[in-house]
Nanobody
Framework: QVQLQESGPGLVESFQTLSLNCSVF??????????WNWIRQPPGKGLEWMGA???????YYSPSLNSRASISRDTSNNQFTLQLDSVTPEDTAVYYC???????????????????WGQGTQVTVSS
């Protein structure tokens, strides 16, 4: 059983950098053909895929983030991290990490397109 757990600040000021960590238990992040994703859900809106880091370390990002996102990993601690630069109140959301089996989800993806999810962490960006 794979478990994912997000951690990070609940409140960030505008124009700062948001950093979130996802710890993975029960399975290595280097296992072949798995992709480790960051997904968010703003209040009252649907899920938004932000990016992923592959088992190989290659990264993939949503163009909608305008190069503000960066995903890295620490294989010795089985963790991966999201950094999001220059945040604004529009970045307020519940942030999730999740495991998938492809570099990018389909455009109309849902929770079933990922087999394991973290519980999510609320991030609020103050204006």
């Amino acid at each position: 059983q794979v478990q994912l757990q997000e951690s990070g600040p609940g409140l960030v000021e505008s124009f700062q950098t948001l950093s979130l960590n996802c710890s993975v238990f029960g399975g290595s992040i280097t296992i072949y053909n798995y992709y480790w994703n960051w997904i968010r859900q703003p209040p009252g809106k649907g899920l938004e895929w932000m990016g992923a880091i592959a088992y190989s370390g290659k990264t993939y990002y949503s163009p909608s983030l305008n190069s503000r996102a960066s995903i890295s990993r620490d294989t010795s601690n089985n963790q991966f991290t999201l950094q999001l630069d220059s945040v604004t109140p529009e970045d307020t959301a519940v942030y999730y990490c999740a495991r998938g089996d492809r570099p990018r989800p389909k455009s109309d993806f849902g929770r079933d397109d990922f087999d394991y999810w973290g519980q999510g962490t609320q991030v609020t960006v103050s204006s």
